[in-house]
């Protein structure tokens, strides 16, 4: 109509889906397992890179206390645990899913059972063969978190035991790959597949053909380089301050109500977060807490608000 403002009709705009960000570094398996869930789903990621031993500054205010590799970051919510991690990203992208035919806990009993029987051994068994190239700085760090003397005569020493707990969880999972199937569920990759992958790349990558001698890898190469095949998705480096200022521009995602929590703890309470694998300090105010997580709200100048979620497996909330 003449002399009336036309309006031009907009579609709807769609909110604009927030970018994954790992922080994490290259040797970490842990990582690895979750870089091939990007992979795996052919998702564009960001890559914020951390130092292999602390001080870590710019993730400290992130994580509230949590110091274990990789986290995931999305905008101001904060992911601990791949166990976690690998739901929440298939929970944000289903498709193709990580948990065939209902595998989720599945997975994650295969993941316990895999990650505490292989991981010390696999890294042991590695820095049996190139202990005396590990930086002083990184042996010092890992005996005060760890306990766990890293250098190649230490190492040494434990190698005849190592060499047979890795030897074990391998003749296991060459077991489940028997019947000649692609993938440890049938013929679609996993989370199981990935969790039982992980250490063994690490142990090839770093150990190379010394290590592969020592372990029975040749049933699993097939099964491996199908893994490896499924690559990392699309990665893009972020500066650490940046991924600051995503989380300090962003509110955490709201969570639902809670009531009866196993824990006994209502939301706002101060809490510490207890790992069953460690003893990081991890504080803040309890956000949320069902039957897959824990959620605690932690605030810092440089992040502002942000929620950091834990696995329930694993995880405990204790007043603090
Ligand atoms: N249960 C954790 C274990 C993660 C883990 O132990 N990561 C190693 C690196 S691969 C780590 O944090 N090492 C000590 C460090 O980097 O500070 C998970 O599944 O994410």
């Known amino acids: 109509m003449p002399g009336q403002a036309r309006h031009k009709r907009r579609p709807p705009e769609e909110p604009p889906v927030p970018d994954l960000i790992l922080h994490h570094y290259d040797l970490s398996p842990f990582a690895e397992k979750v870089r091939l869930a990007f992979g795996l789903k052919g998702l564009a990621w960001r890559s914020v890179d951390i130092p292999v031993w602390p001080p870590r500054p710019d993730t400290v205010p992130l994580t509230a206390g949590y ?49 505490v029987g292989t991981f010390l051994p696999a890294a042991k068994l590695v820095t049996s063969i190139i202990g005396d190239h590990l930086p002083e700085a990184f042996l010092e760090d890992r005996i005060a978190f760890m306990g766990e003397d890293f250098s190649r005569s230490a190492s040494l020493k434990e190698l005849p035991r190592n060499r047979q707990r890795v030897a074990a969880q391998m003749t296991a999972l060459s077991e489940m790959l028997g019947d000649g199937r692609r993938f440890l569920l049938g013929d679609a ?121 834990f696995p329930r497996l694993g995880y405990s909330a204790v007043a603090a």
Request: aromatic letters at 6%; proline letters at 7%; hydrophobic letters at 45%.
């Open 67 to 115: 110091r274990r590799v990789p986290v995931l970051q999305v905008g101001a919510d904060v992911y601990c645990d791949t166990l976690l991690i690998l739901r929440e990203v298939d929970r944000r992208f289903s498709s193709p899913g990580l948990f065939p035919g209902g595998s989720r806990a599945l997975a994650a009993g295969l993941s316990s059972w895999w990650d």
């Open 189 to 309: 990759p996993s989370a199981a597949d990935l969790t039982a992958y992980h250490t063994l790349w690490f142990v090839r990558k770093n150990g190379g053909a010394e290590a592969e001698a020592l372990l029975p890898f040749a049933p699993l190469l097939p099964w491996m380089e199908r893994i490896a095949a499924l690559g990392h998705g699309t990665r893009a480096d972020m500066a650490p301050a940046e991924a600051l200022e995503v989380a300090r521009s962003a509110e955490p995602e709201p969570v639902g109500a809670f009531a009866d929590d196993a824990s006994g703890l209502e939301a706002g309470a101060a809490v510490s977060i207890l790992s069953d694998g460690g003893n990081d300090p991890i504080r803040g105010t309890l956000a949320h807490a069902d039957a897959d997580e824990i959620v605690i709200r932690h605030e810092g100048p440089r992040t502002g608000a942000v929620h950091v979620h």
